[in-house]
């Protein structure tokens, strides 16, 4: 592998502390700077290095690229879609913003590649329901949707204007156990686990049966790793790749955990993010992605329960 220095900005979040620790793994723990405005993070202690960085601090972001060596970034940092509905505003100012800015500093210090996550967000409820193409229509009703959409547009522009080797995935929702979820529509499916576990009831801001695309971690730390790794020759998407793992619904979840745990209820009481996740599609069609990097996906919803469980009680007996 080449000689790689990646800062990773966002380390912190449920995303971030996974793709830290598999970027520390691959180039070194030494060569992959983990940034987030958040202090410190437990979980990423004494892993490697650790900054704290604010992305809307271009001046400083700038010193840090320079700094550093850096070669490659990976951008975390946003608000997820149901925090972006209560500060409209500032989801689209950091969305936005942070990207531009890593954007620019990718191209004046020629960097070797930017990696920069979408979502499946960016569609609205206009767009397929089942099995929603890379290419259709896309109007989303969240400011976080079209933030998303926007940035899609411009890893486009900078790709093609100025050579820029800016990579996207549209992430489904995205389950883990290591690092809590930050204020998405998608999070229920994280907690339903933990409060199984420690409640045996569950009560879900989502109808029982609303089904959303959905992935476990380890999957889309491999599709990221792997989507970074192509010959750039086969990236024929420029915007964002879908990528599908599986779909389900709060009843689905619920049955997969009963399978371990009986006496598990699950009640439903939607509040806002209903009509956020009445928007977006049941189902993604990933065949582009298939196509160009052999996109494909493990875990399946009774594979992901097994490992959630098994994961979480080992956590909860090593406290
Ligand atoms: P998260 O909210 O868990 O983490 C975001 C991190 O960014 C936090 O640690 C936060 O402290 C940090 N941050 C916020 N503002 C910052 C700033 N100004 N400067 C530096 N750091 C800042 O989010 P996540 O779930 O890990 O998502 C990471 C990326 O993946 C986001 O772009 C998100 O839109 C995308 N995504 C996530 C999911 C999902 O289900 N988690 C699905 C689709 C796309
Ligand atoms: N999991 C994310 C959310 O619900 C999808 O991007 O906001």
Redesign the pocket.
Known sequence: MAKEKILV????????VELTLALRKIYGAANVVA????EENELLKGSGPYVS????NKEMLHVQVIRQNITQIY??????SATGEKNPNLAWH??MQ?LLNVLDIAREEKLQKVY??????VFGPTSPKQLCPQQTIIEPITV?GIS?YAGEFWCNYYHQRYGVDVRSI?????ISYK??????T?DYAVEIYSEALAEKKYKCFLKEDTYLPMMYMPDAIRATMELMHAPAENITVRTSYNISGMSFSPTEIAASIQKHIPEFKLSCVPDSRQKIADSWPQSIDDAVATKDWGWKPEYDLDKMTNDMLENLIKAQNEL
Do not use: C
Not at 9 to 16: D, K
Not at 75 to 80: E, Y
Not at 170 to 174: A, M, S
């Open positions: 900005i966002g380390a912190s979040g449920q995303i971030g940034s987030d405005l958040r960085l604010d992305v809307m951008l975390l940092a946003a608000i997820l950091l969305n942070g920069w996550p979408s979502s499946i967000a976080y998303k549209r992430y489904p929702g995205l690092s809590a979820p930050g204020g998405g998608t």
